[in-house]
């Protein structure tokens, strides 16, 4: 029981964190067909101005949802700046992952300097700890478990029921008629990012709860969340989370019987052998769009 218990706990917790990044990689993808490689640092970003709130006296519950928005308005100047002027270039995908890459590198950096290579942390979104089957857990992992789907809720909800969210979804099926209907596309773009850089900054705020923060800590999460869009299909949003759950209970599975050492190793294969089969991804649509 504590076995079975151990991986489904971790399995949510880990593809909480993965649908949480792939969701915003998949999200500029769909809409402007490009791969934002600054994506893990947005996350280290959100997580370092949350603690820079909560260390000048901000409670958490005001620090947090601050850090959120600010790391939209860091996505949309990213997107202004350096995706922007590329858009309409015959290789803009190579020229924006040497672009995001670049800025990615600047932004790792200035955190460097402007808050020193000294572990920190952020507080827990709600302190203390419990047992579920046998197996310790933190309250705070378990409040990103029930978070998280609700935050990916509210997103289809938006992306799905809201007119402004409509158009990011014709702004994703086709550019070009929606140029022609009269929708702001340069706009929609940068609402795209800002959502996006959102969502990672929310994930490093998360992580930022339970594990030590540093610079480079949105490096390996960047991966992950590139394995979970490839894996699961980068053509819509849904895909990405599915797959990020999957590939959560299959690392979970894989460190219990295997060790942490393997994992890695095995994933790889998986993904690997899934895309010799299905090289668009398991849970790839049909046709590109925010579905």
């Given at each position: 029981?504590?076995?079975?218990?151990?991986?489904?706990?971790?399995g949510?917790?880990?593809g909480?964190?993965?649908a949480?990044?792939?969701v915003?990689?998949?999200?500029?993808?769909?809409?402007?067909?490009?791969?934002?490689?600054?994506?893990?640092?947005?996350?280290?970003?959100?997580?370092y101005?949350?603690?820079?709130?909560?260390?000048?006296g901000l409670?958490?519950a005001?620090?947090?949802?601050?850090?959120?928005?600010?790391?939209a308005?860091?996505?949309?100047?990213?997107?202004?700046?350096?995706?922007?002027?590329?858009?309409?270039?015959?290789?803009?995908?190579?020229v924006?992952?040497?672009t995001?890459?670049?800025?990615?590198?600047?932004?790792?950096?200035g955190?460097?300097?402007?808050?020193?290579p000294?572990?920190?942390?952020?507080?827990?979104?709600?302190?203390?700890?419990?047992?579920?089957?046998?197996?310790?857990?933190?309250?705070?992992?378990?409040?990103?478990?029930v978070?998280t789907?609700l935050?990916?809720?509210?997103?289809?909800?938006?992306?799905?029921?809201?007119?402004?969210?409509?158009?990011?979804?014709?702004?994703?099926?086709?550019?070009d008629?929606?140029?022609?209907v009269?929708?702001n596309?340069?706009?929609?773009?940068?609402?795209?990012?800002?959502?996006?850089?959102?969502?990672?900054?929310?994930?490093?705020?998360?992580m930022?709860?339970?594990r030590?923060?540093?610079?480079?800590m949105?490096?390996?999460p960047?991966?992950?969340?590139?394995?979970v869009v490839?894996?699961?299909?980068?053509?819509s949003?849904?895909?990405?989370?599915?797959a990020?759950?999957l590939?959560?209970?299959?690392e979970a599975a894989?460190?219990?019987?295997f060790?942490?050492?393997?994992?890695?190793?095995?994933?790889?294969?998986?993904?690997?052998?899934?895309?010799m089969?299905r090289p668009e991804?398991?849970?790839?649509?049909?046709s590109r769009?925010?579905?």
């Amino acid at each position: 029981m504590s076995a079975l218990a151990e991986i489904l706990f971790g399995g949510l917790f880990q593809g909480s964190l993965y649908a949480m990044m792939a969701v915003g990689l998949a999200l500029v993808w769909t809409t402007i067909g490009v791969f934002n490689f600054s994506h893990g640092v947005f996350m280290m970003l959100g997580a370092y101005i949350a603690w820079q709130l909560v260390e000048l006296g901000l409670p958490a519950a005001v620090a947090f949802p601050v850090a959120v928005v600010v790391m939209a308005g860091v996505g949309w100047i990213l997107q202004a700046s350096v995706v922007r002027p590329l858009i309409g270039r015959p290789n803009i995908v190579l020229v924006v992952v040497i672009t995001t890459l670049a800025a990615g590198s600047l932004i790792e950096n200035g955190a460097l300097t402007i808050w020193g290579p000294r572990s920190k942390q952020i507080p827990a979104l709600i302190a203390g700890n419990t047992t579920i089957g046998g197996v310790g857990v933190s309250l705070h992992q378990i409040a990103i478990i029930v978070i998280t789907p609700l935050i990916l809720a509210a997103l289809w909800m938006f992306l799905n029921r809201t007119r402004l969210g409509l158009a990011l979804r014709a702004v994703a099926q086709n550019e070009d008629a929606s140029h022609l209907v009269g929708l702001n596309v340069t706009a929609l773009y940068g609402l795209a990012f800002a959502i996006a850089a959102s969502l990672a900054g929310l994930a490093g705020i998360f992580m930022g709860g339970y594990r030590f923060m540093s610079p480079v800590m949105g490096s390996d999460p960047l991966l992950k969340a590139l394995i979970v869009v490839v894996f699961g299909g980068i053509s819509s949003i849904s895909g990405p989370i599915f797959a990020a759950y999957l590939i959560g209970f299959f690392e979970a599975a894989c460190s219990y019987y295997f060790g942490l050492y393997w994992t890695p190793a095995l994933l790889f294969g998986v993904l690997i052998l899934t895309l010799m089969v299905r090289p668009e991804g398991i849970f790839a649509s049909r046709s590109r769009g925010l579905a």
